[in-house]
T-cell receptor, first 113, second 116 residues
């Protein structure tokens, strides 16, 4: 069975500092990996995805993620965090030929001014 | 485009009652799915559909039914509500496999359900 783990329930960072949100996956074959963000009382919004090719994926709002096959990780990064980046972040993954997307438990990011 | 819409936004049910959560999308997406979100557990897939007339079970299907008679609509039915079904429910849609490549999912605003 496939699984996605986000080892940190919460990440605190000062505004202007780099932000990293960790994700590891267990998906057979070549995985498709996604990051979503959820603001309070809202649905999830897509940030970026990895399909194949370049291990560094760039997405919306200045976010990027690095796919590392040997470490089965797909960490989300932002060079300089903003207070408005405070939200709940979800990593998700699926098999290339599969229809079921599996989500991690979510990481709450708090960016302090 | 309205995107993915869900009704109602909030609902309170008594144990044993039944109800239908509505979901509609206007993007002509083949793939639609229902998730429940519980604290610390992320989103868990309940049921999904890869096209009209085709549905399949996800990770936590017990106590829920779905049908897909049109491309646009994908209602979720709670047959006999239980307190364990208290959760926030999200509907999502995306282009299907025939569109080529994995498509990101578009999420509705959610329905907050409380079962007493």
């Amino acid at each position: 069975a496939q699984s996605v783990a986000q080892p940190e329930d919460q990440v605190n960072v000062a505004e202007g500092n780099p932000l990293t949100v960790k994700c590891t996956y267990s998906v057979s074959g070549n995985p498709y990996l996604f990051w979503y963000v959820q603001y309070p009382n809202r649905g999830l919004q897509f940030l970026l995805k990895y399909i194949t090719g370049d291990n560094l994926v760039k997405g919306s709002y200045g976010f990027e993620a690095e796919f590392n096959k040997s470490q089965t990780s797909f960490h989300l990064k932002k060079p300089s965090a903003l207070v408005s980046d405070s939200a709940l972040y979800f990593c998700a993954g699926k098999k290339a030929a599969g229809n079921k997307l599996t989500f991690g438990g979510g990481t709450r990011v708090l960016v302090k001014p | 485009n309205a995107g993915v819409t869900q009704t109602p936004k909030f609902q309170v049910l008594k144990t044993g009652q039944s109800m239908t959560l509505q979901c509609a999308q206007d993007m002509n997406h083949e793939y639609m799915s229902w998730y429940r979100q519980d604290p610390g557990m992320g989103l868990r897939l309940i049921h999904y559909s890869v096209g009209a007339g085709i549905t399949d079970q996800g990770e936590v299907p017990n106590g829920y039914n779905v049908s897909r008679s049109t491309t646009e609509d994908f209602p979720l039915r709670l047959l006999s509500a239980a307190p364990s079904q208290t959760s926030v429910y999200f509907c999502a849609s995306s282009y299907g496999p025939r569109a080529g490549g994995p498509s990101e999912q578009y999420f509705g605003p959610g329905t907050r359900l409380t079962v007493t």
